[in-house]
């Protein structure tokens, strides 16, 4: 599946699997320098997900030690969780 598609005609299971949302996982690694614009992006993609797909998105950022500031840049963004319960 592409970025953008429509999901509205795919199959029972695959609508039902869309129908619970995306998850993005993000490994990270001493990216503090651009941390904040890659989370601003992810942002952005999020709510276009959710508005023209009505897909709920959560982004999970996985940081292996990194020695710089990357931490401290991640507790600034504003965590991602547009993740809709049905």
């Not at 695959?14 to 619970?20: E, R």
């Not at 614009?37 to 959560?58: K, N, V």
């Not at 999970?60 to 020695?67: K, M, R």
Request: glycine share 6%.
């Amino acid at each position: 599946m592409v970025l953008g598609s429509d999901v509205s005609s795919l199959s029972t299971t695959a609508a039902t699997a869309a129908a619970q949302g995306l998850s993005i996982v993000v490994p990270v690694y001493n990216e503090a320098a651009g941390l904040a614009l890659l989370h601003q992006r992810l942002a952005a993609l999020a709510t276009t997900l959710g508005q023209r797909f009505r897909l709920g998105c959560e982004v999970v950022y996985v940081d292996d030690g990194s020695t710089d500031a990357t931490l401290c840049r991640w507790c600034r963004c504003h965590a991602i969780s547009a993740r809709r319960r049905r």
